[in-house]
């Protein structure tokens, strides 16, 4: 199995090593499409995920969210509780080790 590369575009994101372990927990693969990528998100995040941390998940990701897991309109301290509760509910992150358990 093909594990995607990061995005060169999120290698300058403060939250590069978590986009990472999010990418990888999930088990994105390059052939992988945008539906099939959120399908992935909705599996790892699963029953532990609060409303929105898949659309916030998926924004981070730059993936289109849709109608399915629309875009947010978060205050900055609202998107660092999320994506807490992202790094909460999945399997396989190590906040600490992805340098977001002090955000």
Do not use: W
Not at 56 to 74: C, I, N, V
Request: charged residues 25%; hydrophobic residues 45%.
């Amino acid at each position: 199995m093909a594990f995607v590369a990061d995005s060169a575009h999120h290698q300058d994101s403060a939250l590069y090593p978590f986009i990472g372990q999010l990418e990888r927990a999930a088990g994105f693969i390059r052939d992988d499409t945008a539906t099939m990528k959120l399908d992935k998100l909705e599996a790892l995040l699963g029953d532990g995920a609060e409303p929105g941390d898949i659309s916030l998940a998926a924004e981070m990701l730059s993936l289109s969210g849709g109608e399915r897991f629309p875009p947010l309109d978060l205050a900055r301290s609202a998107r660092r509780s999320g994506i807490g509760g992202i790094a909460a509910a999945a399997p396989g992150i190590d906040a600490a080790a992805a340098g977001i358990d002090d955000l």
